[in-house]
């Protein structure tokens, strides 16, 4: 178990609907990471939020949104859903902004969109 | 940001020690050399993090040479279960926020 805790696990939705996935990062560390991973393919940086705010972005669609609260959990908003958004999306915690630590990844929310 | 280079994929049998190297060539002097393994349908681990000379702890060894321009993670008497791939993050990633994984190495381990 790495501490981080992805909800939902599994989700299924059809296009131009809106989701939201969400993170709690392990207790203490203030960086969440998102990522998405479509089959077979690597994993893609989308954010990083640094207790509350945004701190790195990668290749993230407009479509796509995410914050982190002052509890310091995260969700990654989802909307105008293609079929394409059909992925892993994976939460990584690490204690500070930088990646000279460890980063503990949550076991990911699959989206289906159809 | 700096990238890098490791093989796409990568064959080995039970019982043989698997080396995987990765080329960072714009590497600079605080950065740090890290390396994870995913496993189909799970989130990445973290395996092991160096600086520079030599690194061990109970899952692999980090090599590092004196240029640092390059990494070599080896992975002693592989079993099955070490099928995964195999990642080596960009060195200036570490710096910047940006956990950057490339394509990673897959590693196929054979009865």
Known sequence: DSGVTQTPKHLITATGQRVTLRCSPRSGDLSVYWYQQSLDQGLQFLIQYYNGEERAKGNILERFSAQQFPDLHSELNLSSLELGDSALYFCASTPTGTGNTEAFFGQGTRLTVV | ?111
């Not at chain 2, 070490?82 to 940006?98: E, F, I, Q, W």
């Open chain 2, 1 to 111: 940001l700096a990238k890098t280079t490791q093989p796409i994929s990568m064959d080995s049998y039970e019982g043989q020690e698997v080396n995987i190297t990765c080329s960072h060539n714009n590497i600079a002097t605080n950065d740090y050399i890290t390396w994870y393994q995913q496993f189909p349908s799970q989130g990445p681990r973290f395996i092991i993090q160096g600086y520079k000379t030599k690194v061990k702890n109970e899952v692999a060894s980090l090599f590092i040479p004196a240029d640092r321009k390059s990494s070599t993670l080896s992975l002693p008497r592989v079993s099955l279960s070490d099928t995964a791939v195999y990642y080596c993050l960009p060195p200036r990633s570490s710096n910047t926020g940006k956990l950057i994984f490339g394509q990673g190495t897959t590693l196929q381990v054979k009865p």
